[in-house]
């Protein structure tokens, strides 16, 4: 009897080695995409000002600042850190110059046209500050002279 017992018990662990071991765990589920008031942040966006008339294109892998007055500043373009209604990027140009873009989730107007923009932009390019507005490149140019700059949802 005991020698049917060992057989079994051999059986068993065998046929437990021949299913592969322990099984494989589920791939980790995808992290959603970092969005502030609206607008998803791994897509390009744009931050723009008036008085001096200034841009930066957060382009997915470059911060590009261009204004009528040179020089243009590029960076490379980090993960941006996200707390609460704020979205921070910290990078510095090829020169060294420290380069940061904060964006907060409050409504803003550029004053100088009637459109109205769903994040305020606070940039900083070594002593110089600039403040102004932000949405999705894609939203900014596909909006009017006027009114909300929004953000399109995907047809479903």
């Known amino acids: 009897m005991r020698l049917i017992a060992l057989a079994a018990a051999s059986v068993l662990a065998l046929s437990a080695c021949s299913q592969g071991g322990e ?9 959603p995409a970092p969005t502030l008031a609206g ?37 490379t373009q980090p993960r941006p850190v ?13 020169a060294g ?22 994040l305020t ?5 070594g002593e110089t500050s600039l403040s102004g507005c932000a949405a999705s490149a894609a939203a900014i140019m596909s909006a009017g002279e006027s009114g909300p700059v929004v953000e399109t949802q995907p047809a479903a």
């Open 121 to 125: 932009a606070m940039v900083r390019i």
């Open 39 to 75: 607008v998803d942040l791994t897509k390009p966006l744009r931050a723009l000002g008036t008085e001096p008339f200034w841009s930066v294109e957060l382009t997915g892998t470059e911060l590009v600042y261009t204004s009528p007055e040179p020089p243009e500043h590029r960076a």
């Open 23 to 31: 099984p494989e765990a589920a791939p980790p589920a995808a992290e």
């Open 82 to 94: 996200v707390q609460g209604t704020t979205a921070t990027w910290e990078s510095k140009t090829a």
């Open 97 to 118: 110059t420290a380069f940061s873009i904060t964006l907060v989730a409050t409504e803003c107007s550029d004053g100088m046209s009637d459109r109205t923009y769903p």
